[in-house]
């Protein structure tokens, strides 16, 4: 399987990696952790005001934090905006907050869902956009809902905030991970006897991908793309910005298309 990850909207270039059924072969310096982030809801009915249509008014309060390594409720600095899309009936029902606790504060008589996205420091556009759809209900007076988010380590700033939280893996300890992984799934796919399809070399073809510049592995998606069937094993992952295939899936014409252009486009 091929995914392919990057600062772009469908897919990114300079973190590969690269898949081939059964034995994987995958050089990749992607690097992530994960945090989960805590959205706290507070409410209380406002006994000094009237009700509407048989329903009390009430008070309630959003705000955003996350939790640390060890289970504890500390600001959300990771993040730089949080929007929150109210009921259309509220003034100005986009609310974009840009400091923690990032809180927002109405009154109101209804329950409805709130869409929520929060966005990292340091990622920019919808790479660093984490979407939630949080429910605003009068059941209780407090409660909290967690989200366990996963967080590319592409920015400095970012990194730094996150080793407040908790660890964060270095670019060493990846690297050292994923040499000792290729070499070994690599030693595993030479012994392999179905390593091709067809007339194509499917190790071969992994490998070559991994040469291609940005404008060239856009080139491949968009003919595998055009190409789609049914038999293919494709997902893009939008909101990781990831483009996953199966070699094997793919047509012999297919494959054969993609090894003549990995072919003209990686020769010295």
Same mark, same amino acid.
């Given at each position: 399987m091929?995914?392919?990850?990057s600062t772009l909207p469908h897919f990114a270039t300079r973190q590969l990696a690269i898949f081939v059924n059964p034995m994987s072969v995958y050089p990749t310096d992607s690097l992530s952790v994960k945090r989960t982030i805590r959205i706290t809801t507070n409410q209380h009915?406002?006994?000094d005001v009237p009700a509407v249509e048989n329903y009390p008014m009430r008070q309630w309060l959003i705000e955003i934090t996350m939790l640390n390594d060890v289970g504890a409720v500390v600001p959300a600095n990771?993040?730089?905006?949080?929007?929150?899309?109210?009921?259309?009936?509220?003034?100005n029902p986009i609310r974009a907050l840009k400091q923690p606790p990032f809180k927002v504060e109405e009154q109101g008589w209804g329950e409805f869902d709130i869409p929520i996205a929060v966005h990292l420091v340091g990622i920019p556009g919808k790479l660093g956009e984490r979407k939630f759809n949080h429910d605003l209900n009068f059941l209780q007076e407090t409660y909290t809902v967690d989200h366990e988010i996963t967080i590319p380590l592409k920015n400095a700033q970012l990194n730094k905030l996150l080793a407040e939280t908790g660890s964060v893996p270095s670019e060493g300890d990846a690297k050292r991970k994923n040499d000792s992984e290729?070499?070994?799934k690599l030693k595993k796919l030479k012994s392999a006897a179905s390593a091709t399809k067809g007339?194509?070399? %499917?190790?071969? +073809?992994?490998?070559g991908l991994t040469l291609l510049s940005e404008d060239d592995l856009i080139t491949i998606v968009q003919m595998v793309t055009d190409n789609r069937t049914s038999d293919m094993n494709i997902k893009n992952d939008f909101e990781h910005g990831?483009?996953?295939?199966?070699l094997y899936t793919l047509?012999?014409?297919? %494959?054969?298309? +993609?090894?003549?252009?990995?072919?003209?486009?990686?020769?010295?």
């Amino acid at each position: 399987m091929l995914r392919i990850s990057s600062t772009l909207p469908h897919f990114a270039t300079r973190q590969l990696a690269i898949f081939v059924n059964p034995m994987s072969v995958y050089p990749t310096d992607s690097l992530s952790v994960k945090r989960t982030i805590r959205i706290t809801t507070n409410q209380h009915i406002l006994a000094d005001v009237p009700a509407v249509e048989n329903y009390p008014m009430r008070q309630w309060l959003i705000e955003i934090t996350m939790l640390n390594d060890v289970g504890a409720v500390v600001p959300a600095n990771i993040l730089d905006k949080v929007t929150y899309t109210l009921h259309p009936t509220f003034a100005n029902p986009i609310r974009a907050l840009k400091q923690p606790p990032f809180k927002v504060e109405e009154q109101g008589w209804g329950e409805f869902d709130i869409p929520i996205a929060v966005h990292l420091v340091g990622i920019p556009g919808k790479l660093g956009e984490r979407k939630f759809n949080h429910d605003l209900n009068f059941l209780q007076e407090t409660y909290t809902v967690d989200h366990e988010i996963t967080i590319p380590l592409k920015n400095a700033q970012l990194n730094k905030l996150l080793a407040e939280t908790g660890s964060v893996p270095s670019e060493g300890d990846a690297k050292r991970k994923n040499d000792s992984e290729v070499q070994a799934k690599l030693k595993k796919l030479k012994s392999a006897a179905s390593a091709t399809k067809g007339s194509v070399d %499917l190790e071969k +073809l992994a490998k070559g991908l991994t040469l291609l510049s940005e404008d060239d592995l856009i080139t491949i998606v968009q003919m595998v793309t055009d190409n789609r069937t049914s038999d293919m094993n494709i997902k893009n992952d939008f909101e990781h910005g990831e483009f996953t295939m199966d070699l094997y899936t793919l047509p012999e014409l297919l %494959l054969k298309s +993609l090894w003549d252009y990995v072919q003209r486009h990686t020769a010295a």
